[in-house]
């Protein structure tokens, strides 16, 4: 499935890595916003100056967006982690996590892809699903693919296309790296993201912990 075609004018917003072991969360600010009103708006606009009332208040939307993501499938579009790979298989960080709702998961891969400067997948371990997903992505006339050498028995001198090899050789694209020289609505994804972030630190939501939550329980690619 291709990525879907989405401006940034959609209320998608993209969160990115904060260096510490964060995702790359793509997801829907209108959703967010209307499961905070759906309990804000009928309170007293006093409430988060009374310190007892604001954090009964801010468990409650944390409850409840936590149901809307893990138990319902809204706001979260989709979720990847990623591991940066300290040397070899041609600098690009591979992929130790993800998970989409049905047909998101091309589009938040195209922008890990573009932003980290390439991806491959875990170099351990990949699920079925994942595995269709780099099929495509071999095929696909706008992504550039290179391939690796196998560490354990390279056969060629230059170490930076070394890599942990999956079974197959080159004809598994498990064993190659992915490119994608142009995202142009990306700028405007994370640009919504940083409009949302003072509301979610007001609301003391973090989207990583439901989008941990979502790599163990929901669509994992």
Aim: hydrophobic share 35%; charged share 25%; aromatic share 8%.
């Amino acid at each position: 499935m291709p990525a879907k075609i989405i401006s940034s004018d959609s209320g998608l917003c993209l969160k990115t890595p904060n260096g510490d072991g964060s995702s790359y969360i793509l997801y829907n600010s209108a959703e967010l916003l209307d499961a905070i009103s759906d309990i804000t708006s009928e309170l007293d606009p006093s409430w988060k100056s009374r310190r007892m009332e604001a954090a009964a208040t801010r468990r409650q939307i944390r409850d409840e967006i936590y149901e809307a993501v893990v138990e319902k499938g809204m706001i979260i579009r989709a979720a990847i982690r990623v591991q940066r790979s300290p040397e070899g298989q041609w600098g690009v960080s591979s992929v130790s996590s993800a998970v989409a709702a049905p047909g998101w998961g091309p589009t938040l891969y195209d922008a890990v892809m573009f932003l980290e400067g390439g991806l491959t997948a875990d170099r351990s371990e990949v699920s079925r699903r994942a595995a269709g997903v780099w099929r495509k992505y071999r095929d696909r006339s706008d992504i550039t693919a290179k391939p690796f050498d196998d560490v354990e028995d390279p056969k060629t001198p230059d170490p930076s296309d070394d890599a942990v090899m999956h079974p197959g050789g080159l004809e598994n694209p498990l064993n190659w790296a992915y490119f994608k020289s142009e995202a142009p609505i990306l700028a405007g994804l994370v640009d919504n993201h940083e409009s949302m972030s003072r509301t979610l630190r007001d609301y003391g939501i973090n989207l990583d912990d439901h989008a941990g939550t979502l790599f163990v329980r929901r669509y994992t690619y």
